[in-house]
Every structure is written in structure tokens, then in C-alpha cells.
């Protein structure tokens, strides 16, 4: 399978990328490469122009910075499942890194094609709304950061106008006493998820649930932060009971996707049941 | 595009269309068909190699990206005609049966082995997700990777001696 034929661009820099996207209307973004080149195999995708910036120093690495910790959009999935600085300061993000494809697939795929690109099955999306991430997208001249709850619009489709990048995520270093936990249930054959749910408590004074949150990809068209059950267990004590009990409305006003692999009736019934899971494995984490 | 490349050590310099993938390039214009097309669609992991030492399926990887890059395939891992070590352990432990998802088996096997020189069962199995085999049932696999590690482990005090 060959793509279409396309013009090559591979500049070196942000600035030079954002000019190159102001300049090529047509153009599409090359990261990793593994969600853009299989849909070109596929000729699902025939961009004429393809703008590398696999290349650009700056977009690569993880960093710690006033609290914050900055990705770049091309740090691969297989050197944020290995990071320190994530496990120690944002575990989640390691955990879900490590949930993605095989190793071969982590080893060039990006944090940042993978969010661009706006998978309603992909892994990333649910813990990137569940540490309440900022995104920030550059484009000529212009830059702006917006919250990850906001960026997602519709299937395979965010915020970003066409002549914008994707640069960097930025997330808050974790508080103490704070737990997360992963869970998806993978589709056998490829690996994306049917759902994926990633929570993140922060335990406060008598074991109170300080901070809840959570986000569900694999679902609905595009991920979630599940509202209502968040909202269930603010303040509440951190136990079984009430964790059962919110769980029961991660799928409030959903509209689940179906196919040959899962219904909308089994999706959802995942999505809340590996939304107490998620949660109980949060919890215990926060206790330590 | 001018892209220079350099696989098994030696170094090539090519003319290539941007949408040559690297699979085809290291099959068609550098004629190493070891690297084998499987699934086409990233996920069977028979066209795996090593790309800057991380194990990549050469079917999603363009020709243009591997500019400036350090290939191996499996024709690059033997050495003055003696197996290495993994391809030993597939020899031994009958890892292979057809054997069209070998040179993807041994390539991921072998990353796994430089990241994690003592791996156990399962990280084994989870270290080759990524490739399909149709015939062994993976035991054998395995089996083979077990051995590859036993015996690198047992040569790489010697190794470093030197």
C-alpha cells in the first residue's frame, strides 16, 4: 500500500513550521507518523503537502518548570512510559503511555500527534482531560494554551485550526496524597480502546476526596470528563460505597459510539463499571 | 529527496520519493528482503527494525524519515558467520515454524533484551505485542527469548572484559 504522492517538508524549527502551515493550506502534520501514515496507506488521507517536524529540537522532552511539567508534542509515547520526572510527579500520563499499541507503535508515536489527530478510541485523551492538562497551539505570530476539556470538538476533530501546532502539554505537578489509575478494555486485535478510564484523587483531611477526576475515552465520539460522578464524590469520604454508587452516572447524557466490536448499550455498561475500578485503584494509590 | 542512510553499518545515499516507505526501500532499492511486508497496516510487526536502536515497523515509517538514521535489519545481526545470540535461541528453542514473522520476532526480541537484559515470562510476551505469529502458538517464541537471554547474560561479563 502506497500513499498518494506529496511534497516533503521537514523544517527545523517552531517558527519555520508555523510559517511553512500559514503558507500551505493544503498541507497536513507529520509526528510519529502512526495514525497519519496508515490513513494515507489506506487513502483515507492524500494530503498534498506532509510538513515533518519530527526534527525540531524544541518539540522534544520533558521538563519541570514552576510546578508544571511542559511535554513537548513530539516526546513519544515510549519516552513518557519512561520518564522520571512523569512517574514521580504525574504517574497517570506514564501508565496510560505505557496502555498504548505495542512497543514498536510507542517507540514513534507522539503525545502530541496522538491528540491532534483526536482518536475517539485513543488512550491519551482520557488522562490528558483526568490531569487537567493545558494545550498549547502556536501558530505565525500567535500562540494561546487551551484547557483540555475544551479541545476536543467532535470525532478526529479539536480546536486547532489549520495553520496551528500542537508545541506542548503542560500539567501540573501532582499534591501530595494523590493517586491515579488507567484502565481500558482493549479492542484484541488493535489494541485502541472500547473504553479507557483514567481517574486521579487527591485525598484531603479524614480521607475526604479533595479532587476527583475523570476521563473516558473509547466511548462517545469524543472523550469526557464524567461530571456527574465527579460531582457525587467532591468532599465525600473516599469509601467503596460512595465510589459504586457515583460510578452509576459516568455515563449520564452519553451517547455511546457501537460497532462490530461493542455496542453502545456494552459500552457504556463498561465505561461505568472501569469507572469504579479506576476510581477504587485511585484511592488506594492516594492512601500509599 | 537525497536521503543518506546507513544500515548494517554501511552507508547509502539515495534518490527516493517522499511516500517510498522504508520497508520498501531496505526490500526493493537496497535488496535486503530479510525485512519481511506482513499486514501493511502497522500491526503484524513482520517488517520490524531497528531505527536508532528502537524497534519500528518499517511499513509506517517513510524512506525520507530514516534520513540520517542507523538501520538494522536482520541481515545485520550475525557476525563472521555466527549466529547471534537470538537467532541462536529461535535456532534451538524451534521458535519458528513457516518463519515469515522471524526477522520481526528476532528484531523486537532484541530490543527487549538491550532494555531489559533478564526478562521474565510475561514481560517476554508483552516485550512482542506487537508480532503476530500464526504457527508456534508463541511458546516457543518464548522459549527462544529465554534462551537468547540466558546466554548474553552469561557472555557479557567476558564481553566487557575485553
Known amino acids: 500500500m502506497f500513499p498518494r504522492p506529496f511534497d516533503y517538508l521537514r523544517p527545523t524549527s517552531v517558527a519555520e513550521a508555523t510559517r511553512l502551515l500559514a503558507s500551505h493550506a493544503e498541507a497536513k502534520v507529520l509526528a510519529g507518523g502512526h495514525s497519519l501514515l496508515p490513513m494515507m496507506k489506506l487513502r483515507l488521507a492524500s494530503p498534498r503537502v506532509l510538513i515533518d517536524i519530527g526534527r525540531i529540537p524544541e518539540l522534544t522532552g520533558i521538563r519541570e518548570e514552576n510546578g508544571m511539567l511542559i511535554i513537548g508534542a513530539c516526546t513519544t509515547h515510549y519516552a513518557a512510559e519512561s520518564s522520571p520526572l512523569l512517574r514521580r510527579h504525574c504517574p497517570l500520563l506514564a501508565e496510560t503511555a505505557a496502555a498504548i499499541g505495542d512497543v514498536q507503535v510507542r517507540n514513534r508515536g507522539t503525545i502530541g500527534g496522538s491528540l491532534a489527530h483526536a482518536d475517539p478510541a485513543a488512550d491519551w485523551p482520557a488522562a490528558i482531560l483526568a490531569v487537567e492538562a493545558q494545550l498549547k497551539l502556536v501558530r505565525r505570530g500567535a500562540e494561546r494554551l487551551v484547557p483540555a476539556r475544551d479541545f476536543f470538538v467532535d470525532l478526529l476533530t479539536t480546536v486547532m485550526q489549520s495553520d496551528e501546532l500542537l508545541t506542548e502539554i503542560h500539567v501540573p505537578v501532582n499534591p501530595p496524597r494523590t493517586g491515579s489509575a488507567y484502565l481500558k478494555v482493549p479492542q484484541p486485535a488493535s489494541g485502541f480502546a472500547l473504553t479507557g478510564v483514567a481517574a486521579q484523587v487527591t485525598l484531603g483531611p479524614n480521607n475526604t476526596l479533595e479532587r476527583v477526576a475523570v476521563g473516558i475515552t473509547g466511548v462517545s465520539s469524543k472523550p469526557y470528563r464524567a461530571t456527574a460522578t465527579e460531582q457525587a464524590l467532591q468532599g465525600q469520604a473516599a469509601t467503596a460505597e460512595a465510589v459504586a454508587q457515583a460510578a452509576t452516572q459516568a455515563t449520564a447524557g452519553v451517547e455511546a459510539l457501537a460497532d462490530i466490536h461493542a455496542s453502545a448499550e456494552y459500552r457504556l455498561h463498561l465505561a461505568r463499571v472501569y469507572t469504579k475500578r479506576a476510581l477504587l485503584r485511585a484511592i488506594e494509590r492516594a492512601r500509599g | ?162
Open chain 2, 1 to 162: 529527496m537525497h536521503i543518506t542512510v546507513t544500515v548494517n553499518g554501511q552507508t547509502y545515499t539515495h534518490d527516493v520519493e517522499p511516500r517510498l516507505l522504508l520497508v520498501h526501500y531496505l526490500r526493493d532499492v537496497l535488496r535486503l528482503t530479510g525485512t519481511h511486508v506482513g499486514c501493511e497496516t502497522s500491526l503484524c510487526g513482520a517488517c520490524t527494525v531497528l531505527m536508532n536502536g528502537a524497534a519500528v515497523k518499517s511499513c509506517t515509517v517513510l524512506a525520507v524519515q530514516a534520513d540520517g538514521a542507523e538501520i538494522t535489519t536482520i541481515e545485520g545481526l550475525a557476525k563472521d558467520g555466527q549466529l547471534h545470540p537470538v537467532q541462536e535461541g529461535f535456532w534451538e528453542e524451534h521458535g519458528l515454524q513457516c518463519g515469515f514473522c522471524t526477522p520481526g520476532m528476532i528484531m523486537a526480541s532484541y530490543q527487549l533484551l538491550q532494555r531489559n537484559p533478564n526478562p521474565s515470562d510475561a514481560e517476554i510476551r508483552h516485550a512482542l505485542e506487537g508480532n503476530l505469529c500464526r504457527c508456534t502458538g508463541y511458546q516457543h517464541i518464548v522459549n527462544a527469548v529465554r534462551y537468547a537471554a540466558e546466554k548474553m547474560r552469561q557472555s557479557a561479563p567476558a564481553a566487557s572484559g575485553t
